[in-house]
């Protein structure tokens, strides 16, 4: 027997969240079987445990987009029992079982060696999230921009895409400017590598579709107007990575920052990219993320803490990552 969280829908479409006693026969189908041993909790994770986003597909569900463990049984040659695995996305929590057990059952082209940099652990405190924040940095470094180019601004910078993408602009070298709605978090963004820190209201509110120029790139973690915002204010052709929706899935713009300055925005979608890239981001992050730097934006809690904890990611009063000890 193991224990997970199992998301149900009732009739009237409200999601039920249980924390179950389930056991191997209960599995979905896959060449690898996982014994997790942490899991992380993300704004995805967040909505389809609380019901408030139309996250799962199939049901009933065990959400949790990532999972780290080792391999317990195999039937595929590249995998074998006591290897240390990692998983983001491919559905994890979604259409395919997820990570907020203390087992899991997976196809064994997700699986990923724990890179040597971390411990299992710490691949939970980066997760998904400083996973899809290096795929950012990294979609701004194949557009051109280099250090010294001018201000990147990064959205939602005390979340947990947002605060490991200022870590790893900063130790890059480029000058990082951090737009949150928590003043309380200035000396943390300043910590993590952010030179100024601005006022999420300032994005916030619709402006004007073209605005004087500001960015020479952006990392967007949270959508909607604040989008559109930094588009209008982004340099001549510079560049916005976009990778969020926290604000909402709108985007109130018009054509102008793209025709007049070149702009480019670049969608950045984690859950299906290839091996290859995944580990050109794990490798950018083992680089460049300091162990303190991981240290100062992770907390930890248990399995049972879950929904509590999903509640407070939702409203905005969780900072950086919380990783989950499936076995808490």
């Not at 039920?16 to 209960?26: G, I, T, V």
């Not at 980066?126 to 250090?147: D, E, F, K, S, W």
């Not at 605005?211 to 020479?216: G, L, T």
Request: charged share 20%; proline share 5%.
């Amino acid at each position: 027997m193991f224990k997970a969280w199992l998301l149900t829908q009732a009739a009237d479409k409200t999601t039920h969240a249980e924390l179950c006693d389930l056991d191997d026969a209960d599995l979905p189908p896959g060449e690898v079987t996982v014994r997790v041993t942490h899991s992380a909790l993300n704004y995805k994770d967040a909505l389809a445990v609380t019901g408030k986003g139309l996250i799962v597909r199939r049901w009933p569900m065990v959400p949790g987009i990532d999972l780290a463990g080792t391999v317990e049984t195999s039937e595929h040659p590249d995998w074998q029992p006591g290897d240390a695995v990692v998983i983001n996305g491919w559905g994890l929590g979604e259409n395919h079982w997820g990570g907020l057990s203390q087992k899991a059952r997976v196809r064994a082209e997700w699986l990923l060696r724990c890179p040597s940099a971390f411990s299992l652990r710490d691949t939970m405190a980066i997760g998904t999230a400083g996973y899809t924040a290096a795929l950012c940095v990294m979609a701004l470094q194949r557009h051109g921009l280099q250090p010294g180019q001018g201000d990147v601004l990064v959205t939602g910078a005390a979340g947990g895409v947002g605060s490991v993408a200022v870590a790893l602009l900063a130790s890059l070298g480029y000058r990082v400017v951090a737009s949150t709605g928590r003043p309380q978090e200035a000396e943390y963004l300043q910590f993590l590598g952010a030179q100024d820190i601005v006022d999420r209201a300032e994005f916030s509110t619709p402006g004007r579709p073209l605005q004087s120029e500001r960015w020479a790139g952006v990392v967007d973690t949270v959508g909607s107007t604040s989008l559109a915002n930094a588009l209008a204010a982004t340099r001549h052709h510079g560049a916005v990575a976009a990778c969020g929706l926290a604000q909402g899935a709108d985007l109130p713009t018009t054509v102008m920052p793209f025709i007049l300055r070149g702009v480019t925005l670049y969608g950045i979608n984690c859950v299906l990219e290839s091996k290859a890239t995944r580990e050109q981001a794990w490798a950018l992050l083992a680089q460049h993320l300091r162990p303190d730097q991981l240290a100062r934006m992770t907390h930890d809690i248990g399995l049972s803490e879950v929904p509590q904890t999903s509640a407070a990611l939702l409203a905005g009063q969780v900072r950086g990552r919380t990783v989950v000890d499936v076995n808490r």
